[in-house]
Nanobody
Framework: QVQLQESGGGSGVAGGSLNLSCKSF????????MMWFRQAPGKEREFVSK????????TYADSLRGRFTISQDKAKKTVWMHLTDLKPEDSAMYYC??????????????WGQGTQVTVSS
């Protein structure tokens, strides 16, 4: 089993930046595609970004590309999300999600508890 722990959320100001991290604990014999989602009050959870286990390729929600950057540190079993040019509408609970990559590993789908980001104007 894998447990995920997000951190780095908090209060920011418009135009500022924050760094979120998602550290994994435990292990399986799998590699994982790693994603970030967010959910604001009264809204559905939305995709933010993904980094693929196989090649490190990254994707972003169209509306966030250019402001958010996902990265990973495999040795530290950590995925990062760097948020820049913050906007009040970025306020949400941010969740990391690791999904097993390929074959047997695809049955694994782990979520963290989330870290809150609040941006003031």
């Amino acid at each position: 089993q894998v447990q995920l722990q997000e951190s780095g959320g908090g209060s920011g100001v418009a135009g500022g930046s924050l760094n979120l991290s998602c550290k994994s604990f435990g292990s399986t014999y799998c590699t994982y595609d790693m994603m970030w989602f967010r959910q604001a009050p009264g809204k559905e959870r939305e995709f933010v970004s993904k980094i693929f286990a196989s090649n490190g390729f990254t994707t972003y929600a169209d509306s966030l590309r250019g402001r958010f950057t996902i990265s990973q540190d495999k040795a530290k079993k950590t995925v990062w999300m760097h948020l820049t040019d913050l906007k009040p509408e970025d306020s949400a609970m941010y969740y990391c999600n690791w999904v097993g990559s390929g074959g047997y590993c695809e049955r694994y789908d782990f979520w963290g508890q989330g870290t809150q980001v609040t941006v003031s104007s």
